[in-house]
């Protein structure tokens, strides 16, 4: 056998880049959003399952609308998502607030109750990590 002839070496470059770009693997893609379900998705099924529930328990009633406490323990629910820093998640829990808005004081006031915990918490850290009892 003999080695093929190369008549234009720029063209022969050009398609070993194609063939690189089109042979890239899934992996080597940029990050894409986590294929799992966004915060806002989760909280849109839970309620819709708490709807129908509520339709079952009324008899066929129409279930638009659920009591406060059901969607602020839906939204504390989805809240425990965020054990980090991630902004995709705050941005899903701020558009479920926007758009829970009836609900907004139960809301407010879980949103304040984690706050509380999460400097409770981390003031336990402190006191661990630096020895003061």
């Known amino acids: 056998m ?7 070496p720029k063209a022969a470059t050009k398609a070993a880049a194609a063939a690189a770009v089109t042979t890239t693997m ?3 893609l940029l990050p894409q959003k986590p294929s799992a379900s966004s915060v806002l998705d989760k ?4 309620l819709k399952q708490r ?3 509520a339709v079952e328990d009324d008899g066929g009633g129409d279930g638009a609308s659920l009591r ?4 602020v323990e839906i939204y504390e629910t989805v809240l425990n998502e965020l054990t980090f820093n991630s902004k995709p998640i705050i941005t899903d829990l701020t558009i479920i607030a926007g758009e829970q808005r009836d609900h907004g004081e139960g ?4 949103l304040c109750a984690r706050i509380v915990e999460v400097c409770f918490l981390f003031l336990a850290f ?3 990590l630096c020895g003061i009892f």
């Open 26 to 28: 899934p992996n080597e």
């Open 107 to 110: 809301i407010a006031d879980v």
């Open 51 to 53: 709807q129908g529930s």
């Open 43 to 46: 909280f849109r099924s839970l």
């Open 126 to 128: 402190l006191k661990k």
């Open 68 to 71: 406060m406490e059901d969607v």
């Open 2 to 8: 003999q080695p093929a002839k190369l008549l234009n």
